[in-house]
């Protein structure tokens, strides 16, 4: 147990040390820290608006507990999400794995330090959802001490089921697959497969939902005590049984309690015993792929004569779809969020045929500008254009080319990479809001104009505070601040200005607004540009 909590211990520090960090980071993640607090005000207040309105509806019918259903139900599809791709980038895809393999350790101990780190963000989604929900259901039901007593111990527990059999499946299918024959693209397809798998058990649930059948449903339901709850949990017993033990306090509370612990020690038992026979096996067949003999006739073949800048950008989107860790969190993460999004409104497109009667159209252009500003701040291409360098980034330094043309060819990067996204918010546009086509446009041309903004900010940003000095490419993109630093200077400026336009009556109709966009855009373009080429000049990329 000692080793355990050892490997558990060094494994943290790996990841969250802050030897060799300013203390400037510091100070702007509290600063990111305190500017965010408005945010979560207004969201607690939602979320606790939420839950009384949910349960003054529900109580009269006796299925208030369906709140609670709904609540584990929806928390634990998210963290078995999660637990998804957190084991495949920490089980497998990171390199510091190997460094513990010739120490005296046993699989699962590699594998119980290896899950803290992905439980860490598990229990900041449980936070973030479960407890206030939890506080707020318990305020407005009267919750007594064993409710709150209860309650606490499942937050604590709530990660650990959707995990385990996240990683429990991930283990045999890597145990079992033949993977090794080409590592890279085996690990990309691993991050397409993962996103793939969510799609498609996301567009299944909603094309076999029939209405009538639902309605038929819920009203037979309805009449018995907690039907609502049993009809929600009916596929998922894990989400069953912990609601009914958050409700009054009985003897099918503390059943439910003490079956909640049992059924979260034997899935526990089962990671442990799964690691042991399968998790070494994997991550040596994971690593262990086949080197190709290049020669000097096949790279004189491959060599073609090229723009410097065309060159610079294919090297990038290179090495962007040929490392996995690379790839997930530049392309596949930056997707999810439209791609559910063009999935629900696809399958919906006779709900949203009022939109464009029941909304003022410069209302709804300042909506899809906040929006798409906001889904590339979350794209980390742009704040790791610097970063992903690592060791490598002085031969920049040496080779004859100009140090202008490095960088524009990353904000090009990241530019061309928002594409994917921009393509589908197209497609939602034309195809499911069905907005006009000059609108589209207009929206098109402002979501160029952002992306390219949003590119070149974030590639200043991993400019002033880079990260070269890393050994596994998942330390570019963790517990890093300039992140959250992006988040404000991008969003919280022009979403004051989006609000700020919403409630001007000078401006009127979508011409005028989009007059102000374009202005705030190519000014806030020009003055990155500057700032940026400022330090070059200041020979700033020599420091780095």
């Known amino acids: 147990m000692n080793k355990t909590w050892l490997v558990m211990k060094t494994m943290l520090k790996m990841h969250y040390s802050r030897a060799g960090k300013k203390n ?9 820290g305190l500017m965010l607090i408005p945010v979560l005000f207004l969201y607690i207040n939602l979320v606790g608006n939420a839950v009384s309105a949910l349960y003054q509806f529900l109580e009269p019918l006796g299925q208030a507990s369906s709140i609670l259903g709904m ?34 350790l046993q699989p699962y101990q590699l594998l119980l330090g290896k899950a803290t780190t992905p439980f860490i963000y598990l229990y900041f989604t449980v936070i973030a959802i479960y407890l206030p929900v939890f506080f707020f259901y318990g305020s407005v039901s009267g919750g007594s001490i064993f409710y709150y007593l209860f309650g606490i111990i499942l937050a604590v527990l709530l990660p650990v089921i959707p995990f385990t059999i996240a990683a429990i499946i991930l283990m045999f299918i890597m145990r079992f697959v033949n993977i090794a024959k080409n590592k890279d693209r085996s690990k990309v397809i691993a991050g397409i497969l993962t996103l793939l798998i969510i799609i498609l058990f996301n ?67 089962l990671f442990i015993l799964a ?13 262990s792929g086949n080197k190709k003999n290049i020669t000097t006739s096949k790279i004189l073949t491959r060599v073609k004569n090229r723009n410097v800048f065309t060159t ?42 009022f939109v464009m009667d029941s909304f003022d159209p410069k209302k709804i252009l300042l909506v899809l500008f906040l929006v798409t500003l906001f889904v590339f701040v979350a794209n980390a291409t742009a704040i790791s254009s610097i970063s992903r360098d690592g060791a490598s980034w002085s031969a920049n330094l040496f ?27 197209l497609g939602i546009l034309l195809f499911a809001i069905k907005l006009p086509i000059e609108y589209t446009i207009i929206w ?34 963790k517990s890093r601040m300039v992140i959250f630093i992006a988040l404000l200077i991008e969003f919280v400026p022009f979403g004051i200005i989006g609000m700020i336009v919403w409630k001007m009556d000078a401006v009127k109709g979508i011409m005028p607004t989009t007059i102000v966009l374009l202005i705030v855009l190519f000014i806030a373009i020009g003055v990155v540009h500057y700032v940026l080429m400022k330090k070059l000049s200041n020979g700033d990329h020599l420091k780095i």
């Open 24 to 32: 400037t980071e510091l100070m702007l993640l509290l600063l990111a």
């Open 71 to 104: 609540l584990f139900l929806t928390l634990h599809l998210l963290l078995f999400i999660v637990s998804i791709i957190t084991v495949l980038s920490a089980f497998y895809f990171a390199e510091d794995i190997e460094s513990f393999i010739p120490y005296p």
């Open 203 to 269: 567009v299944a649930i909603r094309l076999n939902t029939n209405t009538e059948d639902v309605m038929e449903k819920f009203a037979s339901f309805i009449q018995k005590q907690d039907g609502l709850l049993s009809m929600i949990t009916a596929f998922y017993p894990p989400a069953y049984i912990s609601a009914k033990a958050l409700g009054d306090f009985s003897l099918v509370s503390i059943l439910s309690f003490v079956g909640v612990l049992l059924l979260t020690a034997l899935i526990f038992l």
């Open 275 to 287: 690691g042991q026979r399968f998790y070494l096996k994997g991550v040596l067949g994971v690593n």
């Open 312 to 353: 610079l950008i294919l090297k990038e989107l290179r090495i962007i779809f040929r490392t996995p860790t690379f790839f997930m969190q530049c392309v596949i993460q930056s997707l999810f969020a439209p791609i559910f999004l063009f999935i629900i409104m696809m399958l919906d497109t006779n709900s949203l045929g």
């Open 399 to 425: 080779l004859p080319i100009n140090m202008k043309q490095v960088f524009y060819s990353k904000i090009a990067t990241a530019w061309i990479i928002n594409l994917f996204t921009v393509g589908l918010f």
């Open 444 to 477: 098109l041309v402002i979501a160029l104009l952002t992306s390219w903004f949003t590119s070149a900010l974030g590639t200043y940003l991993d400019f002033t505070y880079p990260k070269l000095n890393w050994t596994d490419e998942q330390e570019v993109f």
